[in-house]
């Protein structure tokens, strides 16, 4: 169910239809059915088959989101991952949406409508919500509320334009320790995701010079506590804790390692990153604040 998860930094502002966004979702209206007399009427939602509840969004049918995206032309495109790419378009009543276009593969139907109605009831205020889907034929295409200030990547490596990338918001220490305790993933994607708070790189940046394109290849040998300072994101300056830095890459490197049966599990994870919450630049987590299970978890290592 790797192409139906997302996470997202929201908030109100509103940043109208522009192409700066990998991973920013719109919400679609609970129901379309104005399509004019010249258009087909809005599509039957599809009940899954077997033990799986029926699907709580609602079906988009594919003409609308052809005609609003251009035919999913590439003026629309705002995203693109390893198995899909993201499209902006305003619906009809003016809701402002974007739309996840899935590769075409061989996934059988009532797979992935199963995995649809899964999703559909998934409620968590990190996770944007999927409002809609289009079954049409071959197309698959998943519709997710909008978060106006775009994702993690976009906050951290500024967000796609005609002109490039644009710098977003520089994170703070504390925002960053907030989202890496908020995070939720497989524990090596986690040491991923705590490695580009720590450095502000990307997983894979291929601008770079040979040697340093892999996040985790160039800053494995980093993560020590003597060497850390060299791979912390420039744009803190000096406003971070050196030990509590020092204990993110360290929690990072373990979360990385190659043989599976190394890491950490999650719940030892957030008990050494709980004392990160309570540092401030300049400081390194005081021992009242640590509680016991994170005193446990410094003695085993982390």
């Not at 003409?63 to 251009?70: A, M, S, V």
Request: charged letters at 25%.
């Amino acid at each position: 169910m790797g192409c139906f998860s997302c996470c997202c930094v929201a908030d109100d502002d509103d940043i109208g239809r522009r192409k700066k966004h990998d991973d920013a979702y719109v919400p679609i209206p609970a129901q379309v059915d104005n399509f004019g007399p010249s258009r087909p009427p809005a599509p039957t939602p599809v009940v899954p088959t077997g033990r799986a509840q029926p699907i709580a969004v609602p079906a988009i049918h594919l003409e609308e989101l052809k005609e609003i995206t251009k035919n999913f032309s590439s003026d629309a495109l705002i995203g693109e991952g390893s198995y899909a790419r993201v499209y902006f378009g305003v619906l009809k009543d003016g809701t402002k949406s974007a739309l996840k276009k899935l590769d075409s593969s061989k996934q059988p139907d009532q797979e992935f409508l199963v995995q649809v109605s899964a999703v559909s009831r998934l409620k968590h205020e990190n996770v944007v919500q999927l409002v809609g889907y289009c079954a049409e034929g071959s197309t698959r295409v998943l519709a997710y509320e909008y978060a106006t200030r775009g994702s993690l990547h976009d906050i951290l490596h500024g967000k796609k334009g005609v002109k490039g990338a644009q710098p977003g918001p520089v994170l703070s220490w504390m925002q960053r320790a907030k989202i890496a305790l908020s995070t939720k993933s497989d524990v090596y994607s986690f040491g991923v995701v705590l490695l580009e708070l720590l450095t502000g790189r990307k997983p894979v940046d291929h601008t770079l010079p040979r040697g340093q394109q892999s996040l985790v290849t160039w800053a494995t040998p980093r993560l020590s506590e003597d060497k850390v300072r060299q791979c912390v994101d420039p744009r803190l300056g000096d406003e971070y804790p050196p030990k509590a830095v020092a204990k993110m890459a360290a929690v990072a490197a373990l979360c990385v390692q190659y043989e599976g049966e190394f890491r950490p599990n999650m719940s030892i994870v957030v008990k050494a990153l709980n004392p990160l919450l309570h540092s401030r630049p300049g400081n390194r987590p005081s021992a009242s604040s640590a509680s016991p299970a994170a005193a446990a978890a410094e003695r085993s290592g982390l």
